[in-house]
């Protein structure tokens, strides 16, 4: 299963960006999407997470800012990133999970898409 990420850019401080992701097939079953970044220098964190049945959780250092949401019709899930700030320039990774009677037991990854927050 393949990933396929986007919308990332280059956004000022306080601007808005969203961020949409997308398998390349389409997949019967998915448990679990999830957002990650890794900003130069550090290791890959987890940002916000969405289950099937739409309960989400995000890292302390977005809360009341980034929103995840999800449209399993289209398998597509989303970050929609307001209040922006220099400290969230990162590459952001898509991630999904689950089992399907197609391709089994997955774990896929996004390529990555670049945002970059200027001050």
């Known amino acids: 299963v393949q990933l396929q990420a986007c919308g990332g850019g280059l956004v000022q401080t306080g601007g808005s960006l969203r961020l949409s992701c997308a398998p390349s097939?389409?997949?019967?079953?998915?448990?679990?999407m999830n957002w990650y970044r890794q900003a130069p220098g550090k290791e890959r964190e987890l940002v916000a997470n969405?289950?099937?049945?739409?309960?989400?959780a995000y890292a302390d250092s977005v809360k009341g800012r980034f929103t995840i949401s999800r449209d399993n019709a289209k398998d597509t899930v989303f970050l929609q990133m307001n209040s922006l700030q220099p400290e969230d320039t990162a590459v952001y990774y898509c991630?999904?999970?689950?089992?399907?009677?197609?391709?089994?037991?997955?774990?896929?990854w996004g390529q990555g898409t670049q945002l970059t927050v200027s001050s």
């Open positions: 991630n999904a999970w689950g089992y399907s009677g197609t391709f089994g037991y997955y774990n896929s």
């Open positions: 097939e389409s997949i019967d079953s998915i448990n679990g």
């Open positions: 969405i289950t099937s049945s739409g309960h989400t």
